[in-house]
């Protein structure tokens, strides 16, 4: 009873914080709405980077809620506001103030959609929670430039891709969902939400495609060096058969970490 109780209540706090996340549409409104309290720096015909006074903030708060509604009430609080550095006359930079509110947005929509894959509701995941939201993302048709992984290598794309999260963050064998949510490393799977044939230069986008380690290249290619490695074919790199890995330079710190996730 008492852990259905505790998933409910995780349930309806999700829930909650859903009605928070604002959608392009509305982040869009919201610059518009802020940018008509901005003041440009600059001399006359020469004009600078628009500026926000902290009175700027207060009235854009109020008609974005006007705008948008109550839920995008919470991005705008003092100690936002104090985080950024003044000019002599208080006022701050309007481009740094919407790229936060942007970030700050993405991260909850992350730490929500990250939230339902933590089974056991402490707040992190282990690798099979890791690979269930990897696996989903990509069957779900979200990861557009990695349309098609070969079914016979899918086992393995996805310990690719997770072995990076848990590198990075994890400890123990899991990592935070908050440590997650704001991570490079998350952004760089989300980059694969755009089609490389859709927009902009093909050769440019699939080149830049193959530099990215949750592409199917770059697990292959990853694959296919630590299997280069496992010099008594066992499936698994002990200690030793890693630190030949990129030429033999890898301290036994570095190893040790490996081998910690």
């Known amino acids: 009873p008492?852990?259905?109780?505790?998933r409910e209540a995780r349930l309806r706090y999700m829930q909650e914080r859903c009605q928070e996340v604002?959608?392009?549409?509305?982040?869009?409104?919201?610059?518009?709405?802020?940018?008509k309290h901005c003041v440009a720096a600059g001399e006359p015909g020469e004009p600078g980077p628009l500026l926000m006074s902290y009175g700027g903030f207060c009235l854009s708060a109020n008609h974005v809620v006007q705008e948008v509604g109550e839920r995008a009430a919470w991005q705008f609080t003092p100690s936002l506001f104090a985080r950024?550095?003044?000019?002599?006359?208080g006022?701050?930079?309007?481009q740094n103030l919407i790229a936060v509110l942007v970030h700050r947005?993405?991260?909850?929509?992350n730490r929500i959609l990250l939230g339902s894959y933590d089974r056991r509701g402490d707040g992190a995941l282990e690798r099979q929670d890791l690979e269930a939201?990897?696996?989903?993302?990509q069957a779900q048709g979200f990861l557009l430039a990695v349309r098609n992984v070969p079914p016979n290598f899918r086992p393995k794309w996805l310990r690719v891709c997770t072995q990076k999260f848990l590198f990075l963050h994890g400890v123990k064998g899991q990592v935070k969902v908050k440590d997650l949510a704001s991570s490079p490393a998350l952004q760089e799977l989300q980059s694969l939400y755009?089609?490389?044939?859709?927009?902009?230069?093909?050769q440019a986008n699939l080149l830049q495609l193959r530099k990215n380690w949750f592409s199917v290249y770059?697990?292959?290619?990853?694959?296919?060096?630590?299997?280069?490695?496992?010099?008594d074919m066992d499936g698994a790199l002990s200690p030793d058969e890693f630190q030949p890995f990129g030429g033999g330079g890898l301290t036994d710190v570095f190893v040790q970490r490996v081998f910690e996730v």
């Open 133 to 137: 939201f990897v696996d989903d993302m």
């Open 84 to 89: 950024f550095q003044q000019t002599d006359a």
């Open 2 to 6: 008492q852990e259905l109780v505790e």
């Open 218 to 231: 770059s697990a292959q290619r990853v694959h296919h060096l630590f299997a280069d490695l496992d010099r």
């Open 91 to 94: 006022l701050i930079d309007f």
């Open 105 to 109: 947005n993405r991260r909850l929509q």
């Open 22 to 35: 604002l959608t392009d549409k509305e982040l869009d409104t919201l610059h518009g709405v802020m940018r």
């Open 194 to 202: 755009a089609d490389p044939y859709e927009t902009g230069s093909i």
